[in-house]
């Protein structure tokens, strides 16, 4: 059964590094060691036509503001909104209610400046949160029950506005670096098993004993 993962961020090679990215960066991360290829919406035509597992959907004639990467074990699509931020809804419900995905089946990866950097959290749902780009997907879905990965990317010291849109300093780096290979892991265990109370499980115990 295929299933949807979401990285959320800001399309542009000026924000490709910011914090707010980071959701296009967990996927870029799963990209590059799974040996997936990021290709335009309009490309999903051919690639229904052509996948038998997305056999019987109609040629997807939605909204095209993103790009997507499909997997066949784990049966996913990987999508980057390039809507901005604060519109990823106006992709992710479209895109949904076209491959037949219901919102349970939907992961959605962003950042979160309430967790220190390093810290990452899974839910089955939950509520926006203050995330613009999440209210607008919860919008869209028509419900808050689906899944999220939250990547920590630090609280600010400045004003939050200016702290998403600034870059990993260089000494931030390798804890970036660590939570993008330990979300990519979490996405794939999710994907293959479906169970996301387990991938919550094992995942938690593994995270929370790293911070200790």
Not at 50 to 61: E, I, K, Q, V
Not at 67 to 81: M, Q, T
Not at 110 to 121: F, S, T
């Amino acid at each position: 059964m295929t299933r949807i993962v979401v990285g959320l961020g800001n399309p542009g090679p000026e924000y490709e590094r910011t914090r707010h990215n980071v959701g296009f960066q967990v996927l870029d991360h799963v990209a590059l060691h799974e040996g997936l290829l990021f290709r335009t919406a309009r490309n999903l035509k051919d690639t229904s036509e052509g996948d038998p597992s997305l056999g019987g959907l109609p040629p997807y004639a939605g909204p095209k503001k993103f790009r997507f990467a499909r997997s066949l074990d784990p049966d996913a699509l990987w999508v980057k909104p390039e809507t901005f931020m604060n519109l990823s809804g106006d992709v992710v419900g479209p895109l949904a209610r076209w491959a037949q995905v219901e919102p349970a089946d939907v992961m959605v990866v962003y950042d979160d400046l309430d967790l220190e950097l390093g810290v990452l959290r899974l839910r089955p749902h939950g509520g926006a949160g203050g995330q613009k780009g999440m209210r607008s997907i919860i919008e869209s879905l028509g419900t808050d029950r689906f899944p999220r990965l939250r990547v920590g990317i630090g609280r600010p010291r400045t004003d939050a506005a200016r702290h998403v849109l600034e870059e990993f300093s260089a000494k931030e780096l390798p804890d970036i670096e660590i939570s993008l290979a330990e979300a990519s892991e979490a996405l794939l265990d999710w994907l293959h098993t479906g169970d996301i109370e387990k991938c919550m499980t094992r995942f938690h115990s593994r995270w929370n004993e790293g911070a200790g």
